[in-house]
Protein backbone atom coordinates (compact mmCIF):
# COMPACT_ATOMS: atom_id res chain seq x y z
CA UNK A 1 0.00 0.00 0.00
CA UNK A 2 0.95 3.47 -0.49
CA UNK A 3 2.20 5.54 2.93
CA UNK A 4 2.21 9.14 3.57
CA UNK A 5 3.38 10.30 6.55
CA UNK A 6 3.84 14.29 7.71
CA UNK A 7 5.71 15.82 10.14
CA UNK A 8 5.93 19.24 11.62
CA UNK A 9 3.14 21.19 12.44
CA UNK A 10 2.19 21.95 16.24
CA UNK A 11 1.90 25.45 17.87
CA UNK A 12 3.12 28.90 17.01
CA UNK A 13 2.07 32.71 18.22
CA UNK A 14 0.45 35.01 15.36
CA UNK A 15 3.63 36.01 13.42
CA UNK A 16 5.61 32.87 13.67
CA UNK A 17 6.54 29.92 11.16
CA UNK A 18 6.07 26.50 10.94
CA UNK A 19 6.88 23.54 8.14
CA UNK A 20 5.40 20.78 7.56
CA UNK A 21 6.40 18.25 5.69
CA UNK A 22 5.48 14.90 4.15
CA UNK A 23 7.13 11.63 2.17
CA UNK A 24 5.54 9.27 0.23
CA UNK A 25 6.52 5.28 0.23
CA UNK A 26 5.53 2.21 -0.07
CA UNK A 27 3.84 0.74 -3.72
CA UNK A 28 3.74 3.95 -5.22
CA UNK A 29 4.99 4.13 -9.15
CA UNK A 30 4.58 7.68 -9.98
CA UNK A 31 3.67 10.64 -8.57
CA UNK A 32 2.06 13.31 -10.75
CA UNK A 33 0.64 16.54 -8.41
CA UNK A 34 1.37 17.11 -4.08
CA UNK A 35 -0.01 19.23 -2.30
CA UNK A 36 -1.68 20.12 0.80
CA UNK A 37 -5.58 20.79 2.57
CA UNK A 38 -6.12 21.98 5.47
CA UNK A 39 -9.61 21.61 7.10
CA UNK A 40 -10.84 23.73 10.39
CA UNK A 41 -13.76 22.77 12.83
CA UNK A 42 -16.78 23.01 11.01
CA UNK A 43 -15.28 23.95 7.57
CA UNK A 44 -15.24 21.96 4.64
CA UNK A 45 -11.46 20.70 3.15
CA UNK A 46 -10.01 23.22 1.24
CA UNK A 47 -6.76 22.69 -0.86
CA UNK A 48 -4.42 25.17 0.81
CA UNK A 49 -1.17 24.93 -1.82
CA UNK A 50 -0.54 22.12 -4.71
CA UNK A 51 2.96 21.40 -7.03
CA UNK A 52 3.06 20.10 -9.91
CA UNK A 53 5.72 17.43 -11.36
CA UNK A 54 7.41 20.67 -13.38
CA UNK A 55 6.96 22.29 -10.07
CA UNK A 56 4.02 24.79 -11.05
CA UNK A 57 2.42 26.05 -7.83
CA UNK A 58 -1.00 27.20 -6.65
CA UNK A 59 -2.00 28.49 -3.48
CA UNK A 60 -5.40 29.84 -2.57
CA UNK A 61 -5.65 33.48 -2.01
CA UNK A 62 -5.96 33.52 1.79
CA UNK A 63 -2.25 32.34 1.81
CA UNK A 64 0.02 34.13 -0.94
CA UNK A 65 3.03 35.45 0.20
CA UNK A 66 2.95 33.78 3.37
CA UNK A 67 3.19 29.96 2.55
CA UNK A 68 5.73 27.76 -0.19
CA UNK A 69 5.33 24.71 -1.37
CA UNK A 70 8.25 22.13 -2.37
CA UNK A 71 8.48 19.02 -3.16
CA UNK A 72 11.61 16.64 -3.92
CA UNK A 73 10.79 14.58 -6.70
CA UNK A 74 13.80 12.08 -5.82
CA UNK A 75 12.60 11.09 -2.73
CA UNK A 76 9.04 11.45 -2.81
CA UNK A 77 8.47 14.46 -0.32
CA UNK A 78 6.30 17.86 -0.41
CA UNK A 79 6.91 20.26 2.13
CA UNK A 80 4.65 23.85 3.26
CA UNK A 81 6.73 26.27 4.57
CA UNK A 82 4.02 28.48 6.64
CA UNK A 83 5.31 32.30 7.48
CA UNK A 84 3.38 35.09 8.88
CA UNK A 85 1.22 32.56 10.49
CA UNK A 86 -2.45 33.77 11.43
CA UNK A 87 -4.50 32.48 13.48
CA UNK A 88 -7.63 31.43 11.12
CA UNK A 89 -4.50 29.11 9.54
CA UNK A 90 -5.36 27.27 12.76
CA UNK A 91 -6.41 23.55 11.38
CA UNK A 92 -6.01 20.23 10.56
CA UNK A 93 -3.36 19.67 7.67
CA UNK A 94 -3.37 17.02 5.21
CA UNK A 95 -1.07 15.98 2.52
CA UNK A 96 -2.12 14.36 -0.43
CA UNK A 97 -0.20 13.02 -3.27
CA UNK A 98 -2.19 12.14 -6.60
CA UNK A 99 -0.30 9.18 -7.97
CA UNK A 100 -0.13 5.77 -9.86
CA UNK A 101 -0.32 3.02 -6.65
CA UNK A 102 -1.49 0.07 -4.81
CA UNK A 103 -4.98 0.08 -3.77
CA UNK A 104 -7.36 -2.30 -2.22
CA UNK A 105 -8.53 -2.92 -5.51
CA UNK A 106 -5.27 -2.75 -8.01
CA UNK A 107 -2.49 -0.29 -8.87
CA UNK A 108 -4.40 2.70 -10.15
CA UNK A 109 -4.08 6.57 -10.59
CA UNK A 110 -5.49 7.83 -7.30
CA UNK A 111 -5.45 10.05 -4.30
CA UNK A 112 -3.14 9.31 -1.73
CA UNK A 113 -3.71 10.85 1.93
CA UNK A 114 -1.74 11.52 5.22
CA UNK A 115 -3.18 10.91 8.52
CA UNK A 116 -3.10 14.56 9.12
CA UNK A 117 -1.32 17.06 11.36
CA UNK A 118 -2.69 20.35 13.40
CA UNK A 119 -1.57 23.47 13.23
CA UNK A 120 -2.54 25.51 16.08
CA UNK A 121 -1.86 29.74 15.80
CA UNK A 122 -2.92 31.44 18.44
CA UNK A 123 -0.91 34.16 21.20
Known amino acids: QVRLVESGGGSAQPGGSLRLSCAAS????????MGWYRQAPGNQRELVAS???????NYIDSVKGRFAISRDNAQNTVALQMNSLKPEDTAVYYC?????????????????WGQGTQVTVSS
Open 96 to 112: YVDGLGRTAVGIQRNSF
Open 51 to 57: ISTSGNT
Open 26 to 33: GSIFSIYA
